[in-house]
């Protein structure tokens, strides 16, 4: 019986691998494949948010000075999770594995994924679930392409197409989400992938419309922000003036995430050890600046609503740095890229209470997007990102600021795998 079955599924992986001959249009098995990643990607996505809404929600009633335990009992627990099921990694990982592995993603690790990043976002950690879901989806694409039989680009190409996927369904922006996860794996070549952008795409579209039927996601900005007003050709100016301040600030982050990380490794302790520390650290500083606790997707509206002062956004623009970094090197697993348009927000409200003249829409934007291409190199996706997630129609400015946060960056990327030669990790 074994062996009738062996034979069976070799037959049917026999006929999945020649094209589909019945079609006169460009169609073929690879879209199936395409579109079948994009179906799981954008289900796990939606599984993994309803998990994360019911688990913040249960965390927003946890505030005063309960907040310092219940976050180092979360940062524990989240390393619990890692030392016994697994490390899953870090962004930084996902690169190096893409670029240097072949493109395969290791799926062995996705249940630790999933539970230590539920943990630590639901939690209140300054971080994002954008980071976990890119790994799980991705690596489903590659054991998808192993199911395949798929090698080489193709394998790579899937893979990456899991990965756009997952970043889609949780940002609502297929065509940011796809060229994303194109434009993260590397700082020069935006494409270096190309085949991919395909795959990517067809992917990305059908996680969102799963997404989109689970969640009940709807079209329209998720941050709500002014109607911008085109004031003239200076607007392009301001961007880059903007834009140069939020690379500053850019900079700022990851030389205070690469102090942490030195802290951290100075004396190196078991995983739940620092998770522990940085759970005690992130209490702290959400009991005494309420507002940088979570990772931003609420608390960017409230930001822009609040009338807070120019001394109180100071000291949440400084507040949310140090908690998106030490989060980032404690050991609390998720992404950094909502944080970092958080900061953004609050750089552009500290600018227009110096320059109450400016538009204060287009400095937010600007600086949201010049810090995120400073720190991930994607001027490219993030432009449309922003476009999408903030409603401005305007791409133009947003291209520019964005421009200026990549080609002042660092040199030696903040993702250290983006560059061309396998570097020392952060």
Not at 45 to 68: C, N, P, Q, R, S
Not at 93 to 113: E, H, M, T, Y
Not at 330 to 347: D, E, K, Q, Y
Not at 394 to 415: D, E, H, N, Q, V
């Amino acid at each position: 019986m074994k062996l009738q079955r062996r034979r069976k599924l070799v037959h049917y992986l026999n006929i999945l691998d020649h094209p589909i001959k019945f079609s006169p249009f460009v169609f073929s098995r690879n879209f199936l494949m395409w579109a079948t990643v994009g179906l799981i990607g954008g289900f796990i996505a939606a599984l993994y948010w309803i998990a994360l809404l019911f688990l913040t929600d249960k965390a927003h009633f946890i505030v005063g000075w309960e907040v310092i335990p219940f976050m180092s009992i979360a940062g524990l627990l989240a390393g619990l999770i890692i030392h016994f099921i697994g490390d899953p990694g870090e962004m930084h990982l996902i690169v190096d594995n893409i670029r240097f592995n072949k493109g395969k993603l290791d799926p062995k690790n996705n249940p630790s994924a999933f539970l230590s990043s539920l943990i630590c976002v639901a939690s209140g950690g300054s971080l994002g679930p954008e980071g976990p879901m890119v790994q799980i989806t991705g690596s489903t694409g590659t054991w998808l392409g192993k199911i395949f039989r798929l090698k080489g680009e193709d394998l790579r190409s899937l893979t990456i197409a899991g990965m756009a996927s997952g970043f889609t369904s949780l940002f609502g922006a297929p065509l940011g989400g796809s060229l994303f996860s194109l434009e993260i794996l590397h700082h020069e070549h935006a494409v270096e992938y190309y085949k991919a952008i395909i795959p990517a795409l067809v992917s990305s579209c059908f996680s969102y419309v799963v997404f989109a039927l689970i969640i009940h996601l709807g079209l329209g900005a998720t941050w709500n922000l002014q109607d911008y007003q085109y004031s003239g050709v200076y607007d392009f100016l301001y961007a880059v003036l903007f834009g140069i301040c939020a690379t500053f600030i850019g900079w700022t982050f990851i030389y205070v995430t690469k102090f942490f990380k030195k802290l951290f490794e100075a004396r190196p302790l078991p995983i739940y050890i620092q998770t522990l520390i940085g759970g005690i650290l992130l209490g702290i500083i959400s009991y005494y600046v309420p507002i940088t606790r979570f990772f931003g997707h609420v608390e960017i509206n409230q930001l822009v609503s609040s009338n807070y002062t120019f001394t109180m956004l100071v000291v949440i623009l400084v507040f949310k740095i140090l908690a998106t970094s030490i989060t980032v090197t404690s050991g609390w697993r998720g992404g950094f890229i909502i944080p970092l348009f958080f900061v953004g927000t609050a750089l552009g409200l500290i600018i227009h209470h110096i320059f109450p003249e400016t538009n204060l829409t287009l400095a937010i934007v600007s600086c949201m997007a010049a810090i995120n291409s400073c720190v991930t190199r994607t001027p490219m996706s993030t432009t449309i990102l922003l476009a999408t997630l903030t409603g401005f129609t305007f791409f133009i400015p947003i291209l520019f600021a964005s421009l200026t946060g990549y080609f002042l960056a660092p040199k030696i990327p903040f993702i250290s795998t983006q560059s061309e030669k396998k570097q020392k990790h952060l």
